[in-house]
């Protein structure tokens, strides 16, 4: 079992700075959504200054590294995923003076700092770009450019891949005369990663935020960086009840996925393991995105990611799953992490419906005492540690353009704007999020009852809850314990429990509409040993107790965490 195997290393360096190897393998990372955290200067919008005002909540929940998603300069026709300079800071968010800051403070609160990555793509208004059109050399190979088709006598794409935001994934330049490709928008014209210039390019922006100071990538959308080389048409889904030019309808066999992914995620792993070795740092991290198979997200693991997300809770649970479910897809993960890797759990994101919302509160906290008590990373989206829920759009709201895009009817199947709603801090103007009654997206109106001021006063709250968990991730337990997985009686209920030495934690799920009763010997060996460290949901056991019956009843919807009194009593000392 590799998390055996795990045992913390230190490499001493020449001049005594300790190098730690393992720093990520056991860790919470937090994602900064920049535009909706904190908003420093009053306009309405997220940005540097306000996150670094706020680094303090950030170490407070227990988290080891924050995420900031994209800063970098851009027209914002996608909130920051269209870059127009990969070396710039958006003066939406500030400077570049004001990121040098951020990462000093960060430094002091001891978090890494891990900058989102956008390659696929960059801005219509990049300089590059608006070169390439022009054919200045090396620009002119910088994107994917194709002529046109000519079917009778009429100019028609080069074939029949689609965008990601719905139709052709070919824009006609007049300038050029030629196509060019954009996977997402018509804004973001595809990088051309075929070209050697390029893609020296691209390293160069790597090594520029890695001299002022970033631990670590998040990879954004990594599987859509190359396509076909043969430009072939993709073939018709068997979807129904969608428009012909909408994603959907075509299976992405040639524009996602491709194996030259693989080798220049290996080129960049080794860019930063130079980089890292000369300046004897901690080893940079690589998280990548990529909404694929099973195996292909485990293949990134070789290629030198140290998290290929891993999105079970998004895309293979709901609400209305059973301990069964849950089992089955923690073992497959557990059981194919390459050795010497750790997995990792993914709770929210930018991208999807908030966790409390697709699963509902009670589950969505039970989601996230898995993902601690787990080994490996547990990746958390701001705002899911206070329980903050989507707030509905109209489409006269929508500013996302994938939801734009949709159209009138089906714009609320595809708009991002629901979980991208400012965090609630408190109860004054804008939840605390600017001092301007009107942010760049309307703040969640239940603000005024659901906001961290409130939860950090009550015991039982959804952020109280997530520190307790946030707790057990820092014990050796949870980085090197054994794992063992169980479900009783009559497939209801799931146990989770890591032993190390003497140490032992505990955790029994729940997931019942009504409650269910266990044999206490049975499901906790050595309960005579154990307190309660946590509750969720309507229980009567009372923390820091002992389990004195032969039975334990477990309320519906609800978790249990009982573990040696030892953890118990650290716990406290650090919530
Ligand atoms: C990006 O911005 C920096 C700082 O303003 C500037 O020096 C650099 O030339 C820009 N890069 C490109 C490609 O425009
Ligand atoms: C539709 O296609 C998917 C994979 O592309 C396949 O798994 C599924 O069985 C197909 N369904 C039907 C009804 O053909
Ligand atoms: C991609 O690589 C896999 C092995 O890693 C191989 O089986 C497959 O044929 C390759 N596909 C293409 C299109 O080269
Ligand atoms: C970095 O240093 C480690 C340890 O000395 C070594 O194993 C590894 O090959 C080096 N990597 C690179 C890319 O230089
Ligand atoms: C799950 O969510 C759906 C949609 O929100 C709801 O209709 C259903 O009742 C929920 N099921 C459970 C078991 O909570
Ligand atoms: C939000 O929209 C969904 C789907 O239209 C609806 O089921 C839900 O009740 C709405 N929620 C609120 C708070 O209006
Ligand atoms: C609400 O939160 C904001 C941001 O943290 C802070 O500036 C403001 O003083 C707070 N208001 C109250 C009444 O606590
Ligand atoms: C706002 O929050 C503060 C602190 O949690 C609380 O004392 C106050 O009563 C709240 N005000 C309103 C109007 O809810
Ligand atoms: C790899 C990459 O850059 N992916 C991005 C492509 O564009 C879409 C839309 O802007 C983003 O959501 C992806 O993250």
Known sequence: M????????????????????????????YQIYPRSFKDGNGDGIGDLNGITSKLEHVADIGAKALWLSPIYKSPQVDFGYDISNFTDVDPNYGTLADFDRLIAKARRLKLKVIMDFVPNHSSNQHPWFQKSIRKVKPYDQYYVWRDAKIVNGKRQPPNNWLSNFGGSAWQWNDVRKQYYLHQFATAQPDLNY????????????????????????????INFMFEDAKFRDERRSNKTGIPKDDYDSLVHIYTKDQNETYVTLKSWRKLMDEYSNRTKSDPKLILTEAYTTHDLTIKYYNAGSNVPFNFMFINQLNNESSAMDFKRLIDKWVRTVPKGSVPNWVVGNHDNHRVATKFGRRRAEQIIQMSMILPGISVIYNGDEIGMVDRNFTYAETVDP?????????????????????????????????????????????????NLQVQEKVYYSHYQHFKSSA???KQAVVARGSLKLIIYPRYKILSISRTLGFDTVVMLFNFDKVSVTLDAKTALPFSSDLVVHTVIGDSDFRLGTFVST??????????????????????????
Request: with cysteine; aromatic share 14%; proline share 4%.
């Open 402 to 450: 994938a939801g734009c895009n949709a159209g009138h009817n089906r714009y609320y199947l595809k708009t991002r704007d629901p979980e991208r709603t400012p965090y609630q801090w408190n109860n004054s103007t804008s939840a605390g999020f600017s001092t301007k009654a009107k942010t760049w997206l309307p703040v969640n109106p239940n603000y005024k009852t659901l």
């Open 194 to 221: 075929r070209n050697t210039a390029l893609n020296q390019e691209m390293k160069n922006v790597l090594t520029f935020w890695m001299n002022r100071g970033v631990d670590g990538f998040r990879i954004a959308a």
């Open 550 to 575: 032969d039975s334990i009843t477990l309320p519906q919807s609800s978790t249990i965490v009982f573990t040696t009194p030892n953890l118990f009593w650290s716990k406290n000392e650090d919530v």
């Open 471 to 473: 707790s057990l991730k």
């Open 2 to 29: 590799f998390w055996l195997t795990l045992v913390t290393c230190f490499l001493f360096v020449s001049w005594g700075t300790a190098v730690d190897v393992n720093w990520y393998k056991n860790i919470i990372v």
